[in-house]
């Protein structure tokens, strides 16, 4: 669907019978993200997935200012009325847990609950800011000259030894997750993490003691950053609870994807 300076590729599952959910995939994931989950919750929920900017097959038109996350925000929420969605649940991983929680903070009354794995606020001083946009320049630049395939390889290689994401590596299904991962252009997500990167989004610490929507965060038991990150946002926001998952890093829904969905359908089942 084009819409404004976006063409999103999504897919939209529906049943009026069953409550709507939007899944939002992270940093180099795409609509294929969450399958197992949506295998498991699929007899109980409708579900819409959308491939970000920079990622997939969603196409951005213009300036690179329409990779950032205020205006895919409002892109997302022009989708949702598109389609004619007036009010839903949401999910979001990583950096689409960033998008998700911003969605909640900025426009409330459009989501019902929200589920944020191993997600942030963001950063909290202008001083972090800085020296995480410097770092994600020099990412973004291994991406830009990835262009062969084993360039790429070697990246998320690389990507995946970083401590949060704990045992992934011995996942017997990681090297599926990666041919996934491969699906992707590298220069399309060195621009997404330019322009909606941890350390250019908008921090949303100060916003959180207004969230007016009930919020489970789940991190993993191996993610030791998202752990303490996630315990410092329960204590600003009245509404949010924290599950920590155990046998698992920053992929929760890919290393246990079981667990995952019994904790989204018993947070989404409880009357608020």
């Known amino acids: ?62 300036e690179e200012e329409y990779y950032t996350m205020p205006n895919t925000a409002h892109a997302l929420i022009n989708l949702l009325d598109e389609l004619k969605i007036a009010k839903c649940f949401l999910v979001g991983y990583s950096m689409g847990g960033r998008l998700a929680l911003y969605l909640a903070l900025h426009f409330p009354e459009r989501f019902h609950k929200v589920v944020l794995e191993s997600a942030s606020p963001g950063l909290p001083t202008e001083a972090e800011e800085l020296e995480r946009i410097k770092l994600d320049k020099q990412i973004a630049r291994k991406l830009t000259i990835s262009l062969e395939k084993s360039d790429f390889v070697a990246f998320l290689s690389n990507w995946y030894n970083q401590p949060i994401f704990g045992y992934i590596k011995n996942h017997p299904e990681y090297d599926r997750m990666v041919e996934s991962r491969l699906q992707n252009n590298p220069q399309e997500l060195a621009k997404s993490l330019r322009f909606m990167g941890t350390g250019c989004q908008p921090s949303l610490w100060e916003n959180l003691k207004n969230n007016k929507i009930p919020m489970l965060l789940l991190a993993g038991e191996y993610d030791e950053k998202f752990i303490s990150i996630n315990t410092e946002m329960a204590k600003l926001c009245k509404l949010a609870q924290i599950k920590i998952i155990s046998s698992t890093g920053h992929n929760i829904h890919f290393e246990n994807p079981l667990a995952f969905v019994e904790n989204i359908k018993s947070f989404l089942s409880t009357v608020s």
Not at 2 to 12: G, H, I, K, P, W
Not at 17 to 25: A, Q, T, Y
Not at 30 to 43: G, H, R, T
Not at 55 to 60: A, L, P, R, S
Request: glycine fraction near 8%; charge should be negative.
């Open 1 to 62: 669907m084009v819409r404004e300076n976006y063409q999103f590729y999504y897919s939209l599952i529906s049943n009026p019978d069953k409550p709507l959910i939007i899944f939002l995939h992270g940093f180099m994931g795409n609509i294929d993200e969450f399958d197992e989950a949506i295998k498991l919750l699929s007899n109980e929920f409708s579900y819409l997935t959308i491939d970000l900017p920079g990622h997939g097959k969603t196409q951005v038109f213009g």
